[in-house]
């Protein structure tokens, strides 16, 4: 099983639909999670951290973390043709690791 | 704010040629430095990471190499490419390494 399990999609939706976007992972030891959102040909750039369970609002971002079920979810609401990016969830590793990255949901939303 | 850059931003070399992609950070001392690389479908594989100066760790085994000769520069190395070294190579610094990264431009490599 590996550490961090993302759908790749393509995800395709209507604007101003609501999006669902999510990881699972393994490891009952990560404590620190985020989500990145990357546009074709650049670097990913940071959209929310969360620490431990719980969820966190930042406009029309919300980010939820379920430690029990090892599962965190981004939402997003009223989706905008400018969201379409791919969405790499990432969660912080065992002792001095790095962050532990999913591969990545590539989403459209559509006009 | 901190800010980082790369660069080249797009390079294109043969097989065989050697390689050397630079990284640097402003605005912050002592940050750790990773160099990653992403190819299509295949998500972010990290190859190296450095909590300091002259310290780099190796996740994966393979012809590239990483230097840090100063505290913001992380410089990724080839002596000699092959095919399979063409991806999208990202460069991020973060506080500590269990702490949130923060990625460069890229540099787009295309091995011929």
């Known amino acids: 099983q590996k550490e961090v399990e993302q759908d790749p999609g393509p995800l395709s939706v209507p604007e101003g639909a609501i999006v669902s976007l999510n990881c699972t992972y393994s490891n009952s030891a990560f404590q620190y999670f985020m989500w990145y959102r990357q546009y074709s040909r650049k670097g990913p750039e940071l959209l929310m951290y969360t620490y431990s369970s719980g969820n966190k609002e930042d406009g029309r971002f919300t980010a939820q973390v379920d430690k029990s079920s090892k599962y965190i979810s981004l939402f997003i609401r009223d989706s905008q043709p400018s969201d379409s990016a791919t969405y790499l969830c990432?969660?912080?590793?065992?002792?001095?690791?790095?962050?532990?990255f999913g591969k990545g949901t590539r989403l459209s939303v559509i006009a | 704010s901190q800010t980082i850059h790369q660069w080249p931003a797009t390079l294109v070399q043969p097989v065989g040629s050697p390689l050397s992609l630079e990284c640097t950070v402003e605005g912050t001392s002592n940050p750790n430095l990773y160099w990653y690389r992403q190819a299509a479908g295949r998500g972010l594989q990290l190859l190296f990471y450095?909590?300091?100066?002259?310290?780099i760790s190796s996740e994966v085994p393979q012809n590239l190499s990483a230097s840090r000769p100063q505290d913001r520069q992380f410089i990724l190395s080839s002596k000699k490419l092959l095919l399979s070294d063409s991806g999208f190579y990202l460069c991020?610094?973060?506080?500590?390494?269990?702490?949130?990264?923060?990625f460069g431009p890229g540099t787009r490599l295309l091995v011929l």
């Open positions: 991020a610094w973060s506080f500590g390494t269990k702490e949130t990264q923060y």
């Open positions: 990432a969660m912080s590793g065992p002792g001095n690791t790095p962050l532990v």
């Open positions: 450095s909590v300091g100066i002259g310290q």
